[in-house]
Every structure is written in structure tokens, then in C-alpha cells.
């Protein structure tokens, strides 16, 4: 497998995605964000969809903040979930932000199966929550957030509260007083 960026903001490149396996796959078609990569090495694209992606994600800078990326959408085929290239994929991309003077990295995630997988990327809560409900993330571009347990476990009772699928209730049971995972 290779990750590659395809692009940068705002001239970012459009990627087809099948809707039918990807997640947000529309996101991906908009011009507007940079774009990054898991492409399966050796697999032809039949000509509608990119088909060699197994992971990817959008982003683009802050409108207020210069130094700040945020990751906007994350997705990874529906049969490779739970293989860990979300996170590593971020983490690509937040080590190629840091080289373009991006000084950290900020994503809003809405489920508990994203925000354990960007700690694993190095991300910590902030506290925050966007106006859909989001929680925010970030981390520093050049090393891994700080991130104290109790942070960690706030985050997951904020999603305690919520309406919740039996695998996402399920899940937060397995996580109550855990640490924070660690950085892969």
C-alpha cells in the first residue's frame, strides 16, 4: 500500500469515490480541499471510481488561523475498517502539514469510533465542540497532543448522552476508565 498526498488547498484535486463503499464519498469529488491517499498498489481503476483507494481524506486551512489544518472528512472502505488506516493516514498527513509550516491540526468528530481513532493519530480533545455536535480534536503538526486521561474520558462521556447505536453504547462500556490509546 502507498500513501500520497494528491493535492493541497485550495487547488485540490477531485477523487471518485463509490458511494456504495466509502463514506462521504461526495466530500471527495469537491475541488476546495487538499486530498490524501491509501491506494492498494497493482489495482486498476475501471474508469468511474478510483478504484485502488482504500482510505482517504479531506482537508484545507483554517479561514481564521493560518497556522492550523483541519481534516474535514476521513474514510475508509467499508471491507478495510478496523485495519487502523484511518489513523495512520492522518498521521501522514499531519507529519506533511508540519513540512508545508502548518504548526497543528484540528478534526470534529462525531462518533465514538472516529474520536478512539484519531487519539490513536495523536490527537486529544480540546473541550470543544463545533455548533453540529462535533467534537474537536487536534494535535500539534510536529508530536503527538498531551493528552490526559481525564480529557479522554470526557470526550467519551460527552458521547455517553447521546442517542446511541448498540455498537457505539457497547463500545463506550469497553472504554469506561481506560487511559487514553496509545500514539501507533
Not at 486529544?124 to 481525564?150: K, N, Q
Amino acid at each position: 500500500m502507498e500513501r500520497l498526498v494528491l493535492g493541497w488547498p485550495p487547488d485540490g484535486p477531485t477523487l471518485r469515490l463509490d458511494y456504495r463503499r466509502f463514506s462521504y464519498a461526495g466530500k471527495f469529488v469537491m475541488s476546495n480541499t487538499g486530498k490524501a491517499v491509501v491506494r492498494d498498489e497493482g489495482v486498476a481503476a475501471d474508469g468511474e471510481y478510483d478504484d485502488a483507494v482504500v482510505a482517504a481524506v479531506a482537508f484545507n486551512a483554517d479561514r481564521t488561523d493560518p497556522g492550523t489544518l483541519w481534516l474535514r472528512y476521513v474514510t475508509v472502505r467499508h471491507d478495510r475498517r478496523g485495519e487502523g488506516l484511518g489513523p495512520q493516514l492522518c498521521a501522514f498527513v499531519v507529519d506533511r502539514a508540519a513540512d508545508r509550516g502548518y504548526d497543528r491540526v484540528r478534526i470534529a468528530v462525531n462518533n465514538p469510533f472516529a474520536y478512539e481513532a484519531l487519539y490513536r493519530a495523536g490527537f486529544g480533545f480540546t473541550g470543544e465542540t463545533t455548533g453540529l455536535a462535533e467534537l474537536v480534536l487536534e494535535r500539534p503538526a510536529d508530536e503527538p497532543a498531551a493528552r490526559p486521561s481525564g480529557e479522554y474520558q470526557e470526550g467519551l462521556d460527552r458521547f455517553r448522552k447521546r442517542e446511541l447505536s448498540d455498537e457505539e453504547r457497547s463500545f463506550l462500556q469497553r472504554k469506561v476508565d481506560e487511559p487514553a490509546p496509545p500514539t501507533e
